[in-house]
């Protein structure tokens, strides 16, 4: 089973700043990899898949990087609406499809 | 539009058998590359996948939870159902079942339903 680990577990960000979150995989799963946003009370939503492709409707500001073990997901200028924690997820050998344990992202 | 909508007990006896049932719109589970996808969060914590379903019956399972799942679809109903035998406190969380439009291709689980509380316990 592939595991996903994300780091840092908590960033702390100011409005308007950039933020980079990391994902590791301990095997290469190619670009087979998507991110996800879930604020308190809420579904996740769908971010980032194939590693670099923003879902529909997604914004400019986030941008996904990366393949084998190592990704990148970037929020260029944070936002209110950002500050909420961030998973990555890897479908390249399923199943089992892996989470990582995902990124809190909070106002500094 | 696509919509996914969980429903199920929001109160389970531990070692009793805990059945969910994800009732969608907006698109077909016939549909070659379509699949279901059940997700479980524990309070507080993180996702974890659970199942997943696929067009032509494909079902693919956690591992460390395999033995005690089943998932199954209705496509006259579209709905699938996901059957969790034995459960445990630990299995208390929030439940989502999550559309892929392509998983083979990888599209990622675009839409999702709002999720269902669970909770273990005597």
């Known amino acids: 089973e592939i595991v996903m680990t994300q780091s840092p577990a908590t960033l702390s960000v100011s409005p308007g700043e950039r933020a980079t979150l990391s994902c590791r995989a301990s095997q290469g799963v190619g670009s087979n990899l998507a991110w996800y946003q879930q604020k308190p009370g809420q579904a996740p939503r769908l971010l980032i898949y194939?590693?670099?492709t923003r879902a529909t409707g997604i914004p400019a500001r986030f941008s996904g990087r990366g393949s084998g073990t190592e990704f990148t997901l970037t929020i260029s200028s944070l936002q209110s609406e950002d500050f909420a924690v961030y998973y990555c997820?890897?479908?390249?050998?399923?199943?089992?499809?892996?989470f990582g344990q995902g990124t809190k992202v909070e106002i500094k | 539009q696509v919509t996914l909508r969980e429903s199920g007990p929001a109160l389970v006896k531990p070692t009793q058998t805990l059945t969910l049932t994800c009732t969608f719109s907006?698109?077909?589970?016939?549909?070659?590359?379509?699949?279901v996808s059940w997700v479980r969060q524990p309070p507080g914590k993180a996702l974890e996948w659970l199942a997943l379903i696929d067009w032509d019956d494909g079902k693919y399972y956690s591992t460390s939870l395999e033995t005690r799942l089943n998932i199954t679809k209705d496509t006259s109903k579209d709905q699938v159902i996901l059957r969790m035998t034995n459960v445990d406190p630990v299995d208390t969380g929030t439940y989502y079942c999550?559309?892929?439009?392509?998983?083979?291709?990888?599209?990622?689980?675009?839409?999702w339903g709002q999720g269902t509380t669970v909770i273990v316990s005597s």
């Open positions: 907006g698109f077909s589970l016939t549909i070659s590359g379509m699949c």
């Open positions: 194939g590693a670099s």
């Open positions: 997820q890897q479908y390249n050998k399923w199943p089992p499809w892996t």
């Open positions: 999550a559309r892929a439009a392509d998983c083979y291709m990888g599209d990622g689980l675009d839409v």
